[in-house]
């Protein structure tokens, strides 16, 4: 953990008040945003949401926190395990489609707009997306993926492997010919 | 064509450019800051509590902690695009102080799920339920035989999409009343 989020961290155990906690905060939830953001598919509310149930859950459980990971991993793991219930409670899971073909496939161009890459990732099955977010957004190793999602790092390099070739169609308005431009 | 496993360097290029991401709403720090401190998890200095009763509105949205939900959209749409808020004031049917604290549980839960279903739909709504008694400051109004029992907040793009939603509160089913009030632009 780096030494700032060990200051924030000991700041805020120590006190316990608003002015600490609003250090933390806006040292991580920019990230948590952004992350759980792309996690929901592009939910503006349930990212909210996800921010303020992972502080809550966060606060909890801080003085146990044993910082075998950084603060941001950690968070980030609070935050899918809140994800996961309210799918559940949702009861919204898709199976992931079968694997994609590599044939055909285009690259993700850099000219692809970034609001149409957004999108792409929005539109990508749930286990994709996760895959793509953790790996190629926010640069977790397969094996720090892998622990965060609670497979083994097999599956998760395999899922990243498709999820690339799920955007590449998604962007190409290929195989899954979405990418949400029409009604967003 | 590229290979399976590996991005290209413009792909590379491409999905680092969305490191930055959405930021948060501005909003959400205080709100979240009020959730732990309802629920003590965080101290909070007096003239905060002051200011925070006084501001009634941004009370609401804090208490209510967790319904809250907006309308889907993808990153590049108009992440501005206006909508009201309304207030959904619950009235509750006259026959219902006999309900059992089961009942009244079992009743929560419902109207929980459909306030989640309406978010999953992509509204954003929260909610709470109001104790029987309250305390009344100035001049009484009353409640023409029909308390007041809960409300929710919710935000839509117009009256018509407000209404939708109410028409879907499960109130209504056990004889209630919903009054849509929106929320005055100040």
Known sequence: ?184 | MVERDDLTAEEARALAALASGPPPPAKLEDETVERLAAEGLLRRPRRRLRAALIAAAAAIAFFAAGLFVGERRSAGDERDTPSRQYVLLLYDAPGERSLTDAEVQQRIAEYRAWAEDVRRRGARIHGEKLERDGRWLGAVAGDGGHPLGGFFVLSAPDDAAAEAVARGCPHLKHGGTVEIRPIAKT
Do not use: C
């Not at chain 1, 949702?90 to 496939?105: D, F, I, K, W, Y």
């Open chain 1, 1 to 184: 953990m780096s030494g700032d989020d060990e200051d924030r961290l000991a700041r805020f155990l120590e006190r316990r008040d608003e002015e600490a906690f609003r250090h933390l905060y806006r040292a991580h939830s920019p990230f948590l945003y952004r992350f759980l953001f792309r996690w929901t598919g592009g939910n503006e509310a349930l990212a909210e949401e996800g921010v303020q149930e992972t502080w809550v859950r966060a606060v909890r459980a801080l003085p146990g926190f044993e910082r075998r990971s950084s603060l941001r991993t950690w968070l980030a793991g609070i935050a899918i395990r809140w994800y996961r219930e309210e799918s559940r409670r949702a009861v919204r899971g898709e199976p992931l489609p079968a694997g994609e073909s590599a044939a055909g496939v285009t690259p993700i161009r850099l000219e692809n707009e970034r609001v149409d890459l957004e999108r792409a990732i929005a539109a990508l099955p749930e286990g994709y997306r996760e895959a793509l977010i953790l790996h190629d957004l926010e640069g977790y190793t397969h094996a720090e993926s892998a622990r965060l999602l609670g497979v083994d790092p097999g599956t998760s390099k395999s899922q990243l492997s498709r999820a690339r070739q799920a955007l590449r169609g998604l962007l190409a308005g290929g195989a899954h010919g979405r990418t949400g431009r029409s009604d967003g």
